[in-house]
């Protein structure tokens, strides 16, 4: 229960007024009806846990208190930060999502609450388990209470008010005053000297009439410590983070010293970070010649990191080696899949970078949030289409990048923030023009006729679907692959097969065919967008592997085998595995040597015992969460019967844009495709309203 203070936290003044715990059976008590609530399975029994944590704090909390804390647990499970409680209050239903069977627990539950807002904040900001720090109480005459340490903190707006778990409040409000500060720290820049650089990295002779918006980019990098760069796939996120690299390295006075670091959340991310940064850095080392000597910079670049392993995790705490007391010997550091970073690892990031030094974040806005609770690129992208670009920043891009900003991404009023500023959209996808790109485009705009055209008009088989699939019909994707899409999990168990002799003796030839071996396996992946169920990740990955046993491709035996691809679920970074890495089992290079799983980092292999690797799990088939940093040849996606929670606009859209050249779309029933279309993903959270506020506000420290 990190995310709660405990007894000892509060001050002696909180304690004073709470009592000794008392049973409570009677009907009208609001726990009774919550356990009933999670025993019918509408809320976890760590939700009433919470609520009764809360009781045991204080024996006399409000129902309104109680109850505000049960969602609230639940929300945090589902991704959000905070319980926006006026929805709650006026649309109970629409933030619970409860059946109708609940309809008689929720309406017996609502008759002992406040009826409206103002009462029900009452009975908040009276309670000493709650800090308010609301400007103004609803009508009531209370004062905001210090800061006690009190587990729950009652914030956003007098229109909004959002009630927070302390922790949650903590990393919101310590991110919002970090991006201010690094924002608005201007670093000096000979704009003559950048413009004349900039120049030469982007090739003049392919100007057109568009913005470049990749150029807009490096030159907003160079003014401040803190750059958003969001775009599709295809757009060059990490094209133009090389191109910045090799900015800030010809404009440094002494860029051998430049400390540079590459990080991702995943370790797959990670590797495809480095190795689009090293094509596009040897591009250009190419191009410059001895104008700029890049390939000696570019050699003292590290490997690039989980943040996990960046930031110095360990298996046995939650506190990490680096933090804003140890901080990063780092001078610039780019951050791929930044939509992957839930808020409390993106609190620890930015608490950790040296003052002064330059943190590049990069990811697509309109992928999946983070699994963990969070939606910080979003949060930090929310002016990112419209530009909301300031005249200052419309003088610096026309003197530093030669660029006019058209008009209706300038905004010549007030709230245009300095997070705009230091924030570009890259808005032409290079890679993504043909189908697959069309069709990720009309489902990311919510253009549902467009997509299901698309998908079901397609004549070249490059986008495909099934009417009425079966379980079947995914097993003989997964053995056989299918025409315009033949990509599938034989490719990479032939290759098993073709094994070189005298490996002991050609450790190269045995490297190489385990390189195949694993470039194969990433030429198709099954793609789910749940755990359980019979077209979910647990029973997909046991009946595709009956299937490829059956079909003479695999040989299981027992839980480990040949050929048996393992997904990481825990870090450890003794071992150098992390959440997430995928990686196969193979023999070894001795004739009879015991099975190890290898993973490919970029063209690094490496390997770990199958006897030391306790967490793992089969991976045929992951989700879409965890496949977020991959790309393959063919993906085929499952949209599950009766998945209709989980399946939202942001979903489909991650799922489609892992397929690089075929994508089968697998609906358990036919709509499901519209229905998670028009769903949008929505995160509560307070971290926009922090933003606009952080000026007047404190700098935080996490302790």
């Known amino acids: 229960m990190s995310t709660f203070t405990s007894t000892r936290d509060l001050s002696n003044a909180a304690m004073t007024e709470i009592k000794p715990e008392k049973s409570f059976t009677t009907p009208a008590d609001p726990l009774t009806i919550l356990h009933s609530c999670a025993n019918q399975g509408w809320l976890r029994r760590l939700d009433c846990a919470m609520a009764a944590f809360m009781r045991e704090l204080d024996s006399s909390a409000a129902p309104a208190l109680l109850v505000s804390t049960a969602v609230l647990a639940q929300m945090e499970g589902r991704g959000h930060t905070c319980l926006p409680l006026r929805l709650l209050v006026t649309q109970p239903n629409e933030i619970l999502a409860w059946p109708q069977a609940a309809r008689q627990d929720l309406n017996s539950l609502w008759e002992m609450l406040p009826s409206n807002l103002p009462d029900?904040?009452?009975a908040l900001q009276t309670s000493p388990l709650v800090r308010s720090i609301?400007?103004?109480?609803?009508?009531?005459?209370?004062?905001?209470?210090?800061?006690?340490?009190?587990?729950?903190?009652?914030?956003?707006?007098?229109?909004?008010?959002?009630?927070?778990?302390?922790r949650y409040y903590l990393h919101e409000k310590q991110i919002a005053c970090d991006v201010l500060q690094r924002t608005t720290a201007a670093h000096p820049i000979d704009e003559c000297v950048a413009h004349q650089w900039l120049n030469r990295l982007f090739d003049p002779t392919t100007h057109t009439t568009e913005i470049d918006w990749q150029k807009l980019a490096c030159a907003v990098a160079l003014r401040a410590s803190l750059t958003v760069i969001t775009g599709g796939p295809g757009t060059g996120k990490t094209y133009t983070a090389a191109r910045l690299l090799a900015l800030l390295f010809a404009m440094h006075a002494d860029p051998q010293r430049l400390r540079v670091a590459l990080a991702a959340p995943t370790g797959k991310a990670a590797a495809r970070l480095r190795q689009s940064i090293d094509t596009s850095l040897q591009e250009l080392t190419k191009r410059m010649g001895k104008e700029l000597d890049l390939e000696s910079y570019t050699r003292r670049i590290g490997a690039a990191r989980t943040l996990h392993s960046l930031l110095g995790a360990r298996p046995d705490t939650r506190l990490l080696r680096f933090n804003a007391h140890h901080l990063l010997d780092v001078d610039i550091l780019i951050v791929d899949e930044a939509s992957m970073i839930h808020i409390e690892m993106m609190s620890a990031l930015l608490q950790a970078m040296p003052h002064g030094a330059k943190i590049i974040l990069l990811g697509d806005k309109d992928q999946l949030a983070s699994v963990e609770a969070g939606a910080v690129l979003g949060d930090l992208c929310r002016d990112a289409l419209d530009g909301n670009y300031d005249m200052e920043t419309v003088r610096y891009a026309e003197s530093v990048a030669g660029l006019t900003l058209p008009r209706q991404f300038i905004n010549n009023e007030p709230e245009a923030t300095p997070l705009a500023q230091q924030t570009v959209m890259?808005?032409?996808?290079?890679?993504?023009?043909?189908?697959?790109?069309?069709f990720a485009q009309a489902v990311n705009e919510g253009n549902c006729a467009g997509a299901l055209k698309l998908i079901t008009n397609d004549k070249t088989a490059v986008l495909q679907t099934t009417?009425?699939?079966?379980?079947?019909t995914i097993l003989d994707l997964a053995v056989r692959g299918r025409t315009g899409g033949a990509a599938c999990y034989a490719d990479y168990l032939q290759l098993i097969k073709t094994r070189p002799a005298n490996t002991m003796t050609n450790i190269d030839s045995h490297e190489n065919w385990?390189?195949?071996?694993?470039?194969?396996?990433?030429?198709?992946?099954?793609?789910?967008?749940?755990?359980?169920?019979?077209?979910?990740?647990?029973?997909?990955?046991?009946?595709v592997q009956q299937a490829l046993a059956a079909a003479g491709l695999l040989k299981p035996r027992g839980e480990w085998f040949?050929?048996?691809?393992?997904?990481?679920?825990?870090?450890?970074?003794?071992?150098?595995?992390?959440?997430?890495?995928?990686?196969?089992?193979?023999?070894?290079?001795?004739?009879?040597?015991?099975l190890r799983v290898y993973f490919l980092d970029g063209n690094n292999l490496r390997s770990v015992g199958i006897n030391r690797l306790a967490h793992v799990e089969t991976a045929f088939a992951m989700t879409v969460h965890k496949s977020q940093g991959s790309e393959f040849l063919h993906t085929a996606l499952i949209l599950p019967q009766g998945g209709t929670k989980v399946l939202t606009r942001e979903l489909v859209y991650t799922g489609i844009t892992r397929?690089?050249?075929?994508?089968?779309?697998?609906?358990?029933?036919?709509?499901?495709?519209?229905?998670?279309?028009?769903?949008?993903?929505?995160?509560?959270?307070?971290?926009?309203?922090?933003?606009?506020?952080?000026?007047?506000?404190?700098?935080?420290?996490?302790?």
Request: hydrophobic residues 35%; charged residues 25%.
């Open 120 to 122: 029900w904040l009452y």
């Open 134 to 166: 609301l400007d103004k109480t609803a009508g009531k005459n209370i004062q905001d209470e210090p800061d006690c340490g009190q587990p729950l903190i009652l914030g956003g707006s007098n229109k909004e008010p959002l009630l927070y778990f302390r």
């Open 426 to 438: 890259l808005r032409k996808s290079r890679r993504f023009g043909g189908l697959i790109g069309q």
């Open 467 to 472: 009417s009425h699939p079966t379980l079947q």
């Open 514 to 543: 385990v390189k195949s071996v694993l470039l194969a396996f990433d030429r198709f992946r099954i793609l789910c967008a749940v755990h359980e169920g019979d077209w979910g990740t647990e029973s997909l990955n046991l009946t």
């Open 562 to 594: 040949s050929g048996r691809p393992v997904m990481i679920t825990r870090n450890d970074p003794e071992l150098g595995v992390f959440n997430g890495d995928v990686g196969v089992t193979l023999p070894g290079t001795r004739e009879n040597s015991a």
């Open 659 to 703: 397929a690089r050249e075929s994508f089968t779309l697998i609906e358990g029933q036919t709509g499901l495709l519209r229905q998670a279309i028009e769903r949008q993903s929505q995160r509560a959270s307070g971290l926009r309203l922090l933003l606009d506020g952080a000026a007047f506000t404190p700098q935080v420290v996490l302790r």
